[in-house]
């Protein structure tokens, strides 16, 4: 068995430690986090879905791969990158829940932006399947068409939020015809409709239960996103 020559190994794997903290301590890095955990994707889709130049995006990318938090694979010509593992994406939920329980400047956000727009309790991940196993719910995904296409919830509708927003300024007099179509019909008296986006605080689900209720439908969220509900063990379909 080889001995390794260090003079202090605890502090060897601290100064790793803090190396892979520092890689987490930017917040376009942990939007690229969120946006992996959805799927896979080439630098210039993900320069694209955060509206930066491709060479910043680049930069993060090369840098996280180097503490370890990604990987890559070839696709032609395109660099494809994904999360190393499950703990990546654990890593930042971590990060979330000290941010959440400790700061008060989050929780003024929280309460003045997202508790504005929905205080409900969400829909956990065990409700969930229960009522859709018994056809209860329906589930609506508010991602864009493109991150729906990758993965979604099983029996998932995609209505992109925009497209949602279009569909409700259209269905004049609270005749939900054009909604109603969209979902299958499925809007009948006591269903509810639950929506998913990215992750906890996706925007995007928080807006769409506000608009749905603001038109007198059950509406709720579920807890998270695609990727912890897929990180929990349940089905995704592509």
């Known amino acids: ?96 829940a000290v941010a959440e329980q400790q700061s008060a400047e989050v929780e003024r956000v929280v309460r003045g932006w997202f508790d504005a727009r929905d205080d409900a309790e969400p829909v956990s991940h065990e409700e969930l399947s229960a009522r859709m196993e018994a056809d209860l719910v329906t589930v609506i995904d508010v991602r864009p068409a493109d991150e729906f296409a990758l993965g979604h919830l099983p029996g998932a509708i995609n209505l992109p939020l925009q497209e949602l927003v279009e569909d409700l300024r259209q269905d004049l007099e609270g005749h939900l015809g054009r909604l109603g179509a969209r979902l299958g019909g499925q809007l009948g008296a006591g269903r509810e409709i639950v929506a998913y986006c990215r992750g906890p605080w996706c925007v995007l689900s928080f807006e769409a239960v506000a608009m749905l209720r603001q038109h007198g439908l059950q509406a709720r969220r579920l807890k998270d996103g695609l990727p912890e509900w897929r990180a929990a063990g349940y089905a995704v379909e592509t």
């Open 1 to 96: 068995m080889s001995n390794l020559s260090i003079a202090n190994p605890k502090a060897a794997l601290y100064e790793q430690f803090a190396g892979v903290a520092k890689s987490l301590g930017n917040p376009q890095r942990l939007e690229i986090i969120e946006h992996l955990a959805q799927a896979p994707r080439s630098v210039e889709a993900l320069a694209a879905k955060l509206s930066l130049p491709v060479a910043n995006v680049s930069q993060h990318l090369q840098a996280m791969r180097r503490a370890g938090l990604l990987s890559t694979r070839r696709d032609g010509k395109f660099v494809i990158y994904h999360l190393s593992g499950d703990s990546v994406l654990a890593a930042f939920a971590a990060i979330r």
